[in-house]
């Protein structure tokens, strides 16, 4: 111990325990320093206008009742410090004191205080404060706003016995703060504008109390484990609510009620005179701040594909060779006032595209109004305007305003380019070393729309809307054209579609509802070319829900090559067998026919005519519900499209499809959640003029129960686009078990349609018919031979005729519908480590074909295996799969390196032919920090590799994919900084050798941000 420090260290405490306390009250200005502290305050201090006052750090003022601080006009701030706070408290124990009023044009200051024990803490009428690093505890009420502005940062409100904030006509921000073990934490009585981000609410009696009429917007605030999370006279904001998790009671009415029993609004009599100050932010529009990011990037792609027979290398469709690089930018000019004005912009050039602007985008905002140029995305109603991209402009404008502070009125307009034209003999920006050839060509689409909505109540609005394209082929808008006579690779189309929209809350109950109908149509003398195209598509046996992706592949064929496993079992379905290879030769093969067929058929009239005639078809509707009780929440949905129904708003919505959902979410117990989904899906719904309205089943009105008749169904067993009806159910289980998440999910999908399938006679020895156990001649009874290559089959006589007398039949079984079941169940578990989280999952799939012929009475004598019926038509049971997955991944998070490295194994074998598929991934993504906060490395890589095995044809089918990429990363200066990346990509297809190519780049990129 150094003793030389106690004579000091004795005169220091002897000071603080005989230290005078200062008395002080009345008119006060200049600065109250620690010399003089502790203050007794005796009688309360004013600060009138034209006059200044600082507290500065480390003072404490200890006020006897009935006193406090009134700032009347004046000029008044607390200089504390983090490491000395300035404290205000009261003089005596279980006193309180009056607390700081706030009134008049000057904004107070108040940063590092510690305010306690009094009757409002800090009141603001016709007023500004700011409160930083503060914490304001065991008060009546924290903080008072009547017609003020305040500002809140970093700082705690705790145990306020009546409101820690109660704003009344008031604009209050409130960022990354705390409000805990308060009877209310904020108190939104009447007009109201309240802003909270990164802000918590727990232990709170009631956390929110809104009386309506009032705006409370929410940004990373969550407000969990309260007694009561939201209590309001009118349901809430969608934001505010979303924020109320956990808590004993997320969301309740009764607001009214509770505010009788809280402290009232804190009057200040000498307040009248700055009236004028209330809610004005007095501020100008004279300086604008700019910020943002640039970057640009420069790098080398070297592309090799494999030779071919006479030695030459396939044709490159997958990446543009030699040197590429871009632009990127985003700049933000922002005043004081709110307004701004933002510009962004991403350009791209390569050896094949000289100059491609990928987005360019100019915004203006203010309180009332936007308005954007260049590229825009625009989006409303799933039904009418599920979301296009436009290159035009977009304006939106606010008008008037209800109680809750929501616009009366919002008048959007929009307009522009949503498909560029492709012109023939011009190259093909989006595929490298392709030209447009004819019936290559794209007509540029226009589109223009607009819509009104209506805010009649902050409960209830409504949307009334127009939406209209035309395709442009001669004579494009601020483009080159091309002559009529050229043949478009899609139909030239003109569209009209008018919608309404209204939304429904009813409170209380917290019931969500939404209606949305809409009238659509599409005139175009090549609607038969396009028909000609999906009849290509139908007879192969796909899905309606490809079309769009299929119709994209017919424009650029050389793309077949690029699709992964995944995608061509989507387009195929996963009742085929065949190899990735395969499908694509397929694939390629069914392209070429549409071209082919879309070319010879003729161009007709449209049989809807003139866009003007419409019918029921052309209509379209929807309606959805979310109803929250309590710990549950319930969803469901509906949505009717018409077979002549179209928008260019949702270009990629399939005419004739009904959809239908339910759903319901559980909180069982704290740590517990349970999801319940159903959806339905019903395509091709209506056949020919007559409506059906659920699709269930065809060739009736209703289509719900009523089934069609049996000469409908005879009429149209042959038809190739019949109904499809997709039906799936989600059972989801989460369970948070301290360092452990359980998460246990089961799915159930099924699928039906009719296909004009049939069984006919075989009688060809090749077939291998005869080999069939039902043939096996039965002990003693005579036989018939038959040659197979160099094997002799010995077949039942008897049962041999009983088979041929069927030669004179057309058809042995017809009335095909498909019926397919899936089941798929999954279980993974997350464990939380030191700076580790492990992820063990397991994804198991069964798919059985409980497919049936309806009129299958020749066959009720016959006893023949999956194997022999798939030699008559259909193999039962040959495309049932088991499949395994097991995905386990390791996230590791240390000073010295981040790593998140997984591993997922596939296993999958089909009951037909002893087929198998064995698939297995690696990736891996590492960073180390080599120098802080100057240079760091990432290393990537992921490495794919899918065996398949087909037995009994001998095709084996090997293909593998290998990615990685390293790149340094050096920071000049905190907003200047540089990435150096080199990689590489090799798709390796050795059964496949022109889908097969390497890829090695490099790649400099430097970034700015300010």
């Given at each position: 111990m150094h003793y030389r420090f106690l004579p000091s260290l004795f005169l220091a405490l002897v000071s603080t325990v005989f230290a005078k306390e200062t008395a002080i009250g009345g008119e006060q200005s200049g600065f109250l320093t620690v010399e003089n502290s502790p203050y007794i305050v005796t009688e309360t201090i004013v600060v009138n206008e034209g006059k200044a006052l600082a507290i500065a750090e480390g003072v404490r003022l200890l006020f006897k009742p009935g006193t406090g601080i009134d700032v009347r006009g004046g000029s008044f701030a607390i200089e504390g410090d983090a490491s000395a706070i300035v404290e205000l408290s009261n003089a005596s124990e279980g006193s309180t004191w009056n607390g700081i009023t706030i009134t008049g044009n000057e904004t107070v200051d108040i940063n590092n205080a510690k305010i306690a024990y009094a009757e409002t803490a800090v009141a603001v009428e016709n007023g500004s404060v700011t409160v930083r690093n503060a914490t304001i505890q065991n008060s009546k009420t924290a903080i008072s706003a009547k017609a003020a502005k305040i500002e809140i940062q970093n700082t705690s409100f705790a145990n306020s016995s009546g409101t820690a904030i109660n704003a009344n006509a008031s604009h209050v921000s409130i960022d990354a703060s705390s409000f805990e073990q308060n009877k209310v934490a904020v108190f939104a009585s009447n007009e109201a504008?309240?802003?909270?981000?990164?802000?918590?609410?727990?232990?709170?009696?009631?956390?929110?109390?809104?009386?309506?009429?009032?705006?409370?917007?929410?940004?990373?605030?969550?407000?969990?484990?309260?007694?009561?999370?939201?209590?309001?006279?009118?349901?809430?904001?969608?934001?505010?609510?979303?924020?109320?998790?956990?808590?004993?009671?997320?969301?309740?009415?009764?607001?009214?009620?509770?505010?009788?029993?809280?402290?009232?609004?804190?009057?200040?009599?000498?307040?009248?005179?700055?009236?004028?100050?209330?809610?004005?932010?007095?501020?100008?529009?004279?300086?604008w701040t700019l910020s943002g990011n640039v970057g640009a990037y420069v790098g080398y792609h070297l592309v090799r594909t494999r030779h071919d027979s006479r030695g030459e290398r396939y044709n490159n469709y997958f990446q543009t060779p030699g040197f590429f690089g871009g632009l990127n930018t985003y700049l933000k000019l922002e005043s004081p006032a709110g307004k701004t004005l933002e510009f962004t912009a991403d350009l791209y050039s390569d050896q094949w595209n000289h100059f491609n602007v990928r987005t360019v985008n100019l915004t203006y905002f203010d309180e009332m109004q936007r308005l954007s140029l260049g590229d825009s995305y625009v989006k409303a109603g799933d039904l009418y305007l599920a979301g296009i991209n436009v290159f035009g402009g977009v304006y939106d404008i606010k008008l008037f305003s209800i109680a809750s502070g929501m616009p009366m009125f919002e008048v959007e307009a929009f307009g522009g380019e949503t498909k560029a034209p492709k012109i023939v003999g011009n190259r093909d920006k989006e595929n490298y070393k392709d030209w447009i050839e004819e019936d290559d060509a794209e007509a540029q689409e226009i589109v223009v729309g607009g819509k009104i909505k209506w805010n009649m109540h902050r409960r209830f609005n409504g949307t009334l809307g127009f939406i209209g394209s035309k395709d442009f082929l001669e004579d494009p808008f601020l483009r080159d054209g091309m002559s009529s006579n050229h043949t478009t690779v899609e139909p030239m189309v003109t569209s009209r579609t008018f919608f309404a929209d209204g939304n429904w809350l009813f409170w209380p109950g917290d019931i969500e509802l939404n209606g949305q109908i809409a009238a659509g149509a599409a005139d175009t003398s090549d609607v038969y070319r396009q028909r000609a195209i999906n009849e290509v598509f139908g007879k192969a046996g796909l899905s309606v829900s490809n079309y769009p992706l299929l119709r994209k592949l017919m424009q650029s064929p050389q793309l077949v090559s690029t699709l992964s496993n995944e995608e061509?079992?989507?387009?195929?379905?996963?009742?085929?067998?065949?190899?990735?290879?395969?499908?694509?030769?397929?694939?390629?093969?069914?392209?070429?026919?549409?071209?082919?067929?879309?070319?010879?058929?003729?161009?007709?009239?449209?049989?809807?005519?003139?866009?003007?005639?419409?019918?029921?078809?052309?209509?379209?509707?929807?309606?959805?519900?979310?109803?929250?009780?309590?710990?549950?929440?319930?969803?469901?949905?509906?949505?009717?499209?018409?077979?002549?129904?179209?928008?260019?708003?949702?270009?990629?919505?399939?005419?004739?499809?009904?959809?239908?959902s339910f759903g319901v979410d559980q909180q069982i117990l704290d740590s517990w959640k349970m999801s319940l989904l159903y959806n339905g899906y019903v395509e091709n719904a209506s056949k020919g003029d007559k409506y059906n309205i659920f699709g269930l089943y065809e060739g009736t009105t209703v289509g719900l129960f009523q089934e069609s008749s049996k000469k409908w169904e005879k009429e149209h067993e042959q038809d190739i686009d019949r109904a499809l009806s997709a039906h799936n159910?989600?059972?989801?289980?989460?369970?948070?078990?301290?360092?452990?998440?359980?998460?246990?999910?089961?799915?159930?999908?099924?699928?039906?349609?009719?296909?004009?399938?049939?069984?006919?006679?075989?009688?060809?020895?090749?077939?291998?018919?005869?080999?069939?156990?039902?043939?096996?001649?039965?002990?003693?009874?005579?036989?018939?031979?038959?040659?197979?290559?160099?094997?002799?089959?010995?077949?039942?006589?008897?049962?041999?005729?009983?088979?041929?007398?069927?030669?004179?039949?057309?058809?042995?079984?017809?009335?095909?519908?498909?019926?397919?079941?899936?089941?798929?169940?999954?279980?993974?578990?997350?464990?939380?480590?030191?700076?580790?989280?492990?992820?063990?999952?397991?994804?198991?799939?069964?798919?059985?074909?409980?497919?049936?012929?309806?009129?299958?009475?020749?066959?009720?004598?016959?006893?023949?295996?999956?194997?022999?019926?798939?030699?008559?038509?259909?193999?039962?049971?040959?495309?049932?799969?088991?499949?395994?997955?097991?995905?386990?991944?390791?996230?590791?998070?240390?000073?010295?390196?981040?790593?998140?490295?997984?591993?997922?194994?596939?296993?999958?074998?089909?009951?037909?032919?002893?087929?198998?598929?064995?698939?297995?991934?690696?990736?891996?993504?590492?960073?180390?920090?080599?120098?802080?906060?100057?240079?760091?490395?990432?290393?990537?890589?992921?490495?794919?590799?899918?065996?398949?095995?087909?037995?009994?044809?001998?095709?084996?089918?090997?293909?593998?994919?290998?990615?990685?990429?390293?790149?340094?990363?050096?920071?000049?200066?905190?907003?200047?900084?540089?990435?150096?990346?080199?990689?590489?990509?090799y798709a390796y297809r050795p059964d496949s050798r022109q889908d097969e190519y390497k890829d090695f780049y490099g790649m400099f990129t430097l970034n700015y941000a300010f």
């Open positions: 504008d309240i802003t909270l981000v990164s802000t918590t609410f727990s232990k709170n009696e009631y956390a929110i109390v809104d009386l309506g009429y009032n705006r409370i917007r929410e940004h990373d605030s969550p407000i969990e484990n309260n007694k009561v999370g939201i209590i309001a006279s009118d349901i809430p904001l969608k934001n505010l609510k979303s924020a109320a998790q956990n808590n004993e009671v997320d969301i309740m009415p009764g607001a009214d009620s509770l505010a009788k029993t809280l402290p009232p609004i804190r009057n200040i009599e000498y307040a009248e005179k700055y009236k004028q100050v209330a809610v004005s932010e007095g501020v100008k529009d004279s300086a061509l079992t989507e387009i195929f379905g996963d009742s085929q067998v065949m190899t990735p290879s395969e499908m694509r030769s397929v694939l390629r093969k069914l392209l070429e026919d549409a071209r082919v067929s879309e070319k010879n058929i003729a161009s007709e009239k449209d049989e809807q005519g003139n866009i003007d005639e419409w019918d029921a078809q052309n209509l379209a509707a929807m309606g959805s519900l979310r109803w929250k009780i309590a710990k549950t929440t319930i969803s469901a949905q509906l949505k009717i499209i018409g077979k002549k129904f179209y928008s260019a708003g949702s270009p990629d919505a399939l005419n004739n499809y009904r959809s239908f159910a989600n059972l989801t289980n989460t369970v948070k078990l301290g360092d452990f998440t359980i998460s246990l999910k089961y799915k159930s999908d099924f699928k039906k349609r009719h296909r004009p399938t049939r069984l006919y006679a075989n009688y060809s020895v090749e077939s291998g018919i005869y080999e069939d156990s039902w043939f096996k001649p039965d002990r003693g009874s005579e036989t018939i031979s038959f040659v197979s290559g160099e094997d002799t089959v010995y077949v039942d006589v008897g049962k041999f005729e009983k088979y041929y007398d069927l030669a004179n039949e057309d058809y042995l079984a017809t009335g095909f519908e498909e019926r397919v079941l899936k089941h798929i169940a999954e279980a993974e578990v997350a464990w939380k480590l030191p700076k580790n989280v492990l992820k063990v999952g397991g994804v198991w799939t069964y798919r059985t074909d409980l497919s049936k012929f309806e009129d299958d009475d020749l066959l009720d004598y016959f006893d023949f295996s999956d194997k022999t019926y798939g030699a008559l038509g259909y193999y039962f049971h040959g495309a049932d799969f088991f499949e395994q997955k097991y995905p386990i991944s390791l996230n590791t998070n240390l000073e010295i390196f981040k790593n998140n490295i997984a591993f997922t194994p596939r296993y999958k074998i089909y009951n037909r032919d002893n087929m198998k598929e064995f698939e297995w991934t690696l990736n891996d993504y590492l960073e180390i920090p080599l120098s802080k906060d100057f240079m760091e490395l990432s290393l990537n890589g992921e490495f794919r590799q899918l065996f398949i095995r087909r037995h009994q044809e001998g095709n084996n089918e090997m293909e593998a994919d290998l990615d990685g990429s390293a790149t340094l990363r050096v920071h000049y200066t905190k907003d200047l900084f540089s990435d150096y990346t080199l990689g590489a990509y």
